[in-house]
Nanobody, 119 residues
């Protein structure tokens, strides 16, 4: 059974930093791409950052230069370092991964962690 458990959210002042963690189990972590999404109230869930199994990262434009996604395969964990936070970064952040099944792609989500950036 695949489980993704996020931690590290909270209330942060604008300009501050926070690091989110996502611990994975039930998958061969080292071969899986991992993503972070976020969803603000009234908005659709959006992709924030991706990291491939080989450590290649991609970021949505609004977080480039401020967020850094990394992975520790020995700990089955990915980390999203969020710096220079802005009020518009306020959202629930979700860890995500997927696997290819025989007939379909299986998507897995964490429970989400709230990040609130105060102005």
């Amino acid at each position: 059974q695949v489980q993704l458990v996020e931690s590290g959210g909270g209330l942060v002042p604008a300009g501050g930093s926070v690091r989110l963690s996502c611990a994975a189990s039930g998958i061969i972590f080292s071969v899986n791409a991992m993503d972070w999404y976020r969803q603000a109230p009234g908005n659709q869930r959006e992709l924030v950052a991706q990291i491939s199994s080989g450590g290649i990262t991609n970021y949505t434009n609004s977080v480039k230069g401020r967020f850094t996604l990394s992975r520790d395969n020995a700990k089955n964990t990915v980390y999203l370092q969020m710096n220079s936070l802005k009020p518009e970064d306020t959202a629930v952040y979700y860890c995500h991964t997927f696997t290819y099944g025989r007939w379909a792609t299986n998507h897995y989500w964490g429970q989400g962690t709230q990040v609130t950036v105060s102005a």
